[in-house]
């Protein structure tokens, strides 16, 4: 793999047995010669997101709960949200009006953000592990919308971004759980 994943989806192939990472898509905040970093989108916690961030609640994005980043520093948690076209101090751009949004600061102090989810963990990888996995063929790379961080289903993530991918990678959506029932 030549190039960053940075901004992209990386979305485990239906192969991909490690229960950290069968069937997720992971959101790549960050990947470059040092290692690589990302969020996992489509494992939401069964605990709301104002328990861990509570002055953020008015902004949680539906259905409010935290999510899993990932297997990584499980204790801290990240925001991503989407905010103004034009940007905004407190969250760092990523894809288009998607950022990380600096949890820290007060929600009035950053108008025009919205629609925030937050992730508890990451998803990380040494130097040349994630090129490696590529190589190998664990991971299909696809584009990123904003919308996919903050999708009120996320749970259907998975099939939702394969879905929508042109030729046979888009068939991959229907791909059963268990190949060998089917």
Same mark, same amino acid.
């Given at each position: 793999?030549?190039?960053?994943?940075?901004?992209? !989806? !990386? #979305?485990?192939?239906?192969?991909?047995?490690?229960?950290?990472?069968?069937? *997720?898509? #992971?959101?790549?905040?960050?990947?470059?010669?040092?290692?690589? /970093? $990302?969020? *996992? !989108?489509?494992?939401?916690? /069964?605990? $709301? $997101?104002?328990?861990?961030?509570?002055?953020?609640?008015?902004?949680?994005?539906?259905?409010?709960?935290?999510?899993?980043?990932? &297997? *990584?520093?499980?204790?801290?948690?990240?925001?991503?949200?989407?905010?103004?076209?034009?940007?905004?101090? $407190?969250?760092?751009?990523?894809?288009? &009006?998607?950022? #990380? *949004?600096?949890?820290?600061?007060? =929600?009035?102090?950053?108008?025009?953000?919205?629609s925030v989810r937050l992730y508890a963990g990451y998803a990380g990888w040494s130097a040349g592990q994630l090129d490696a996995e590529l190589i190998a063929g664990g991971w299909f790379v696809v584009?990123?919308?904003?919308?996919?961080?903050?999708?009120?289903?996320?749970?259907?993530?998975?099939?939702? #971004?394969?879905?929508?991918? =042109?030729? !046979?990678?888009?068939?991959?959506?229907?791909? &059963?759980?268990? =190949?060998?029932?089917?």
């Open positions: 793999m030549n190039g960053s994943t940075r901004a992209r !989806l !990386l #979305v485990a192939t239906p192969e991909l047995r490690d229960p950290n990472f069968h069937r *997720v898509v #992971v959101l790549m905040l960050e990947h470059n010669e040092g290692g690589a /970093l $990302g969020l *996992v !989108l489509n494992r939401p916690r /069964l605990i $709301g $997101g104002a328990a861990a961030v509570p002055q953020w609640e008015e902004r949680l994005a539906a259905p409010g709960y935290l999510h899993t980043g990932g &297997p *990584v520093s499980e204790d801290s948690i990240i925001g991503l949200a989407l905010g103004p076209p034009e940007g905004i101090d $407190g969250l760092s751009p990523l894809l288009g &009006p998607l950022g #990380v *949004v600096d949890l820290h600061r007060s =929600p009035e102090d950053l108008p025009g953000v919205g584009d990123a919308f904003p919308e996919d961080a903050v999708a009120e289903e996320p749970t259907d993530l998975w099939r939702m #971004v394969l879905g929508r991918q =042109p030729g !046979l990678l888009g068939h991959l959506d229907g791909y &059963p759980d268990n =190949p060998s029932m089917n």
